[in-house]
């Protein structure tokens, strides 16, 4: 009678994420970012944070940092492509582009890209519960494991001045954010950035979210923020670049095949 032979146990295997290669050239690096940034678009359609003219997200131009990528004025979110991102610089001149661009979106977001070397992106747009929230003056709790990403990492521009036109404006908004990551703009908003323009997306849409979760509860009694070692603890497993921008992958690869037109 001939012996079975037992069958041999897998091998266990490891898997993790993988960070992104270096770009080898700029064109190449200027093309990922333009692409993550009219998928940003798309997403925030999406997701409703579009209204009339208002919202803008910027990415830096690789090869030329006093540079940023912008979408143009009066252009659905749904239907920013790649090629009708405009470049511009520091002083609001289209360099790249054939329309006009958000003139707050502009003071906002050069004053951002110039004292903050390391920003490579910024968003901002009038999401509803971003506007809900931001009318509170108060900072995001600790509420939730999610919210936590945003503990000590924000701050409040206070008080609302109107829409934000003037250099002093975006200069004072600038100085506010400091070297933090995300923005409550009083009465206005909510505003993000990151070392990546997939950071910058993920921020936004999850402080959106986190501000959501917080109107709820605040709604529902009384609230049981989380301690703050604990949350501290957390914010630096969920709320870091690299988290950001992994977070932001099944986002890209979803809208990239429900709309592939958008890399045109």
Same mark, same amino acid.
């Given at each position: 009678?001939?012996?079975? %032979?037992?069958?041999?146990? /897998?091998?266990? !295997?490891?898997?993790?994420?993988?960070? &992104?290669?270096? *770009?080898? =050239?700029?064109?190449?690096?200027?093309?990922? $970012?333009?692409? !993550?940034?009219?998928? =940003?678009? #798309?997403?925030? @359609? $999406?997701?409703?944070?579009?209204?009339?003219?208002?919202?803008?997200? =910027?990415? &830096?131009?690789?090869?030329?940092?006093? #540079?940023?990528?912008?979408? /143009?004025?009066?252009?659905?979110?749904?239907?920013?492509?790649? %090629?009708?991102?405009?470049?511009?610089?520091?002083?609001?001149?289209?360099?790249?582009?054939? #329309?006009?661009?958000?003139? @707050?979106?502009?003071?906002?977001?050069?004053?951002?890209?110039?004292?903050?070397?390391?920003?490579?992106?910024?968003?901002?747009?009038?999401?509803?519960?971003?506007?809900?929230?931001?009318?509170?003056?108060? /900072?995001?709790?600790?509420? =939730?494991?999610?919210?936590?990403?945003?503990?000590?990492?924000?701050?409040?521009?206070?008080?609302? %001045?109107?829409?934000?036109?003037?250099? %002093?404006?975006?200069?004072?908004? @600038?100085?506010?954010?400091?070297?933090?990551?995300?923005?409550?703009?009083? +009465?206005?908003?909510?505003?993000?950035?990151?070392?990546?323009?997939?950071? *910058?997306?993920? !921020?936004?849409?999850?402080?959106? +979210?986190?501000?959501?979760?917080?109107?709820?509860?605040?709604? *529902?009694?009384?609230?049981?923020?989380?301690?703050?070692?604990? *949350?501290?603890?957390?914010?630096a497993q969920v709320g870091t670049e690299q988290g950001g921008y992994f977070s932001f992958q099944p986002l890209w690869d979803w809208i990239v095949a429900q709309e592939p037109d958008l890399l045109d």
């Amino acid at each position: 009678m001939n012996a079975i %032979s037992p069958v041999a146990a /897998p091998q266990a !295997r490891v898997f993790r994420l993988e960070p &992104r290669p270096e *770009a080898m =050239t700029y064109e190449e690096e200027r093309l990922h $970012r333009k692409q !993550r940034l009219a998928a =940003t678009f #798309r997403l925030f @359609a $999406r997701y409703g944070f579009d209204q009339g003219l208002a919202g803008h997200v =910027t990415a &830096r131009d690789p090869e030329f940092p006093d #540079r940023y990528w912008i979408n /143009p004025l009066g252009v659905h979110f749904s239907q920013i492509t790649t %090629s009708n991102l405009q470049l511009v610089d520091h002083e609001g001149n289209i360099l790249i582009g054939n #329309r006009p661009i958000n003139t @707050a979106g502009f003071t906002i977001h050069s004053a951002l890209h110039k004292v903050r070397p390391d920003v490579i992106a910024a968003a901002h747009t009038h999401s509803t519960y971003g506007k809900a929230f931001s009318a509170l003056g108060a /900072p995001l709790l600790p509420l =939730t494991q999610d919210s936590c990403a945003f503990y000590e990492n924000h701050t409040i521009f206070d008080p609302f %001045s109107g829409v934000v036109l003037e250099d %002093s404006e975006g200069e004072r908004l @600038a100085e506010t954010l400091g070297n933090k990551s995300a923005l409550i703009l009083q +009465n206005h908003g909510l505003l993000t950035v990151g070392h990546s323009v997939e950071t *910058a997306a993920w !921020r936004f849409i999850s402080m959106d +979210n986190a501000a959501h979760a917080q109107l709820i509860a605040q709604a *529902a009694g009384p609230l049981k923020p989380i301690a703050p070692d604990i *949350a501290r603890k957390t914010a630096a497993q969920v709320g870091t670049e690299q988290g950001g921008y992994f977070s932001f992958q099944p986002l890209w690869d979803w809208i990239v095949a429900q709309e592939p037109d958008l890399l045109d």
